[in-house]
């Protein structure tokens, strides 16, 4: 027990260092404006498109604020996971905190974990005032779904988890962050293209040519390989919500163990990378 | 005294993008520092000070060789560390945070908590003279109160051994005399210091042992009175006549271009130094001084590193024959 504390002592005391740091840096907070202005700001460009105010109008104006708000709550989460992902060691590696906190008893792969998890907090403490800003706009429309949303931010962030720790990988090679920040991006953005991988295949294996065949395969491996992140997309079940609606807890379940997987397979990489990297 | 830490035929190649690209930082070195020493790690920029003390602390890998830090060769080992107290050079400490919060960020690294991570806390602000600004942020420091977090940094779980990269290069005079007393006093309580640095002065002060180290390779080691040679005594007379002059020449004395009435005379630690006096009595000189000269490190320094790049100059010359 006391050998489980002390091997956590120092992830945990760099994580929450790392923490505080990650809270003051001030483009978190001008994320956080940024989508204030965004939610609240649905409501004034709703009010403004639907003035007439019948029936039809309101319903539709609620779904065009959920939209909004869903969509950039994912979009302003995930850039700002990237960007931290990408930053926390590199920017240690370049002005050599990395060399004074190795240097003292701390393994590298307790470094790389309480830099991770330092990351996860600070991703978490973001979605959260998100999540809470986009309650309070829907609470003044009187359409609140508290549990829909719960589990539709809970999703978000696993799905941010999962986009966290390759950029963290890919991170633990870099001396600067532009590298992985642009490997981040580009891991969201295949993430979210998968399911083309799947018609790809399917179509592929329509002709009988190898070269149709080889890529197809190819696909299909991929397909397998890369991390679905669109499966995390609860976008249409907020939007089209009727009172009552509620999420399987088997499908949760899924994709959290999912991600989860996922993630760790990350953090290896990231050891396996760090662990005999010169400083 | 036995030696804390040991390098042996240690030798670091860092290896470029293209063939032909490789630096060797560091050739076959063997590096003995003993125990309760102050070893002034000396070399121009570029010779491959910071790339030894990489590979001691674990930073970087050594590509061939093999080194031993308390008889030990696991050299990331958490017990090394805990006995190891480092200061990078040029380091930055978390500019969010108080010089308080730092020392306490690292304490905890080594797990100390509650009062005894308070009381050393306290102890290494007090030694390093940052009592009063320990609640200031980082970011609002000068150059020299960095210097001195980080020092308090190193020190903080108390280690037996302080590794110290450029301590106190870029800093003020005043600054830089207050450091070397710290170290000084850090060596009389028993620790052993391994101190790099480019300028001869800063430690010829207070260092017990030199290495020298010139493009990778470990030039001399030793104690400075060992490594200092015979000095010369020099005589300072007045009014010396140019035919007293051309006799003192003619005898193996270096007679330097006067400056007003004074002529300075070095005689060879081989001559008589009363031949000379009597020479220049007879002339009707008058005596202003006569002392010993004691070379400098920056004499040794010279004469070590000009050896070895006027050997490099003649192995060039001869490969390319
Ligand atoms: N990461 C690196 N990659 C390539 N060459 C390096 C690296 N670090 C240092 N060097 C080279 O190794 C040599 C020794 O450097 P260093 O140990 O930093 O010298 P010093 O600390 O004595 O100024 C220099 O020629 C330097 O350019
Ligand atoms: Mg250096």
Not at chain 1, 149 to 166: D, E, Q, R
Request: glycine letters at 8%; charged letters at 20%; a neutral charge.
């Amino acid at each position: 027990m006391t050998n489980v504390l002390s091997f956590f002592r120092g992830p945990w005391t760099i994580a929450m260092y790392t923490w505080r740091e990650g809270m003051r840096k001030k483009i978190l907070i001008a994320f956080l404006i940024l989508s204030l202005l965004v939610i609240f700001g649905s409501n004034f460009i709703t009010a403004f498109l639907f003035e007439t105010g019948s029936q039809s109008g309101t319903d539709v104006d609620t779904k065009l604020i959920k939209d909004i708000c869903v969509t950039a709550i994912s979009l302003f989460g995930v850039l700002i996971t990237i960007f931290i992902s990408a930053s926390v060691v590199p920017n240690e590696v370049d002005n050599k905190v990395a060399y004074t906190i190795l240097s003292k008893p701390v393994r590298r792969y307790q470094y790389l974990l309480g830099k991770f998890i330092g990351v996860q907090l600070i991703v978490l403490l973001n979605l959260a005032l998100m999540g809470a800003l986009f309650f309070v706009a829907l609470y003044i429309k009187e359409e609140v779904m508290p549990s829909l949303l719960l589990m539709s931010l809970l999703l978000t962030y696993f799905m941010f988890l999962i986009v966290s720790a390759f950029t963290f990988a890919i991170s633990c090679t870099a001396s600067s962050a532009v590298l992985p920040t642009i490997a981040g991006l580009f891991i969201y953005i295949t993430g979210n293209l998968t399911e083309y991988l799947k018609d790809v295949y399917e179509r592929a294996g329509q002709t009988t040519q190898l070269l149709d065949a080889l890529i197809g395969k190819t696909a299909l491996y991929l397909w397998h390989l890369l991390p679905n992140l669109k499966a995390f997309n609860m976008r249409n079940e907020i939007v089209y919500a009727q009172p009552g609606d509620f999420m399987q807890i088997e499908r949760i379940m899924m994709l959290v163990s999912y991600s989860v997987i996922f993630a760790i397979a990350g953090f290896i990489l990231a050891y396996w990378i760090f662990r005999r990297r010169e400083l | 005294m036995a030696a804390v830490i040991e390098t042996d035929k240690l030798t670091k190649i860092y290896e470029g993008a293209l063939k032909g690209q490789d630096v060797t930082a560091l050739k076959s070195l063997d590096l003995e520092v003993r125990e309760g020493e102050i070893l002034a790690y000396l070399g121009p920029n570029g010779s491959g000070k910071t790339t030894t003390i990489k590979l001691i602390l674990g930073l970087i890998f050594p590509t061939s060789g093999s080194l031993k830090i308390m008889g030990r060769k696991d050299i990331g080992a958490n017990f090394i560390k805990r006995n190891i107290g480092y200061l990078p050079e040029g380091a930055y400490y978390p500019e969010f945070l108080r010089g308080e919060e730092v020392l306490r960020f690292y304490g905890q690294l080594y797990g100390l908590a509650g009062r005894d991570l308070k009381r050393r806390v306290g102890d290494v602000l007090e030694l390093v003279g940052m009592s009063r600004a320990r609640n200031r942020m980082v970011r609002g420091y000068s150059k020299g109160m960095r210097q001195r977090i980080g020092l308090a940094q190193a020190l903080v779980s108390d280690p037996k051994i302080l590794i110290l990269d450029e301590p106190t290069t870029g800093l003020d005079p005043i600054a830089r005399k207050e450091i070397r007393d710290i170290l000084v006093r850090l060596r009389n309580e028993g620790k052993t210091l391994l101190i790099s640095s480019h300028e001869l002065l800063e430690v010829e002060l207070i260092s017990d042992r030199v290495g020298i180290l010139y493009d990778g390779e470990l030039k001399t080691l030793g104690a400075l009175s060992d490594l200092l040679t015979d000095r010369d005594i020099t005589v300072v007379v007045a009014g010396l006549t140019a035919q007293a002059r051309e006799r003192l020449e003619s005898g193996g004395v270096e007679v330097e271009e006067a400056i007003g009435e004074h002529t300075t005379l070095r005689v060879p630690s081989n001559r008589n130094v009363y031949e000379v006096i009597d020479l220049c009595k007879a002339a009707n000189a008058s005596m202003v001084s006569v002392r010993p000269r004691r070379e400098t490190l920056e004499e040794l320094f010279v004469r070590v590193v000009g050896d070895a790049g006027d050997q490099a100059a003649e192995k060039q010359k001869e490969t390319a024959k």
